[in-house]
């Protein structure tokens, strides 16, 4: 998520979680996406949640313990969390909506969750502005995508939703440069692709 400046052997001993956060967000925000846009049918939905899981929840909740191990505070506190918005999505999806009384319900349900995730998303784009321009473009698609999906929950608006399905995928292919910048750089031991780096971020 960011490059932090060495603070002891602790943070030489653990490898860069961040592009494995990504990526693990990345590819789960596609999918889900798709269910979304409705661009591959509802079909998409009984892929998206063994992702959530296990890529997307239990995957990135690790880049974030790890982050907390380098001692980078925003990388850390947006892995565990965006880790634990896709494990609560999986329990959501598959054991809570279903058992609300109406469909009217479940709608207001996803809504508000879908809310107080956008809350979250925006307030970590204030702080994503010193991390790099890759990471500030995936905060603020984000939050943008959570926004949209918010609105066409609580107005059942399938319009509204495939807006915020197109944005996703938008958002991923920003995660997905961000985390492939991490790893070419880290493998060439250079920069090589630009990510418009800003400072230092605990």
Known sequence: ????????????????????????????TVVLSCYNTGFLGPATEAVVLPLALFYGGLTQLLAGMWEFRRR?????TA?????????????LAKD???????????HKAVGLFLLVWAIFTAY???????????????FTA???TFVLLSIGEFATSDTATKIG??????????????????????????????????????
């Open 124 to 138: 970590m784009t204030v702080a994503s502005v010193r991390v790099s321009g890759a990471v500030l473009a995936v």
């Open 165 to 202: 399905g197109w944005l996703g995928l938008l958002t991923a292919a920003f995660a997905w440069y961000a985390s492939f910048a991490g790893v070419v750089s880290s493998t060439f031991g250079r920069d090589v692709v630009p990510t418009m780096p800003g400072g230092p971020v605990r």
């Open 72 to 76: 980078n505070t925003f990388g850390a």
């Open 79 to 91: 892995f565990s969390s965006f880790g634990a918005f896709w494990l609560a999505y999986y329990l």
């Open 142 to 144: 984000l939050t943008l």
């Open 1 to 28: 998520m960011s490059q932090v400046e060495p603070q002891s052997s602790t943070f030489q001993s653990v490898a860069d979680p961040a592009p494995l956060g990504l990526a693990a967000f990345a590819m789960t």
């Open 96 to 106: 809570v909506a279903p058992t609300l009384a109406t469909a009217a319900d479940a």
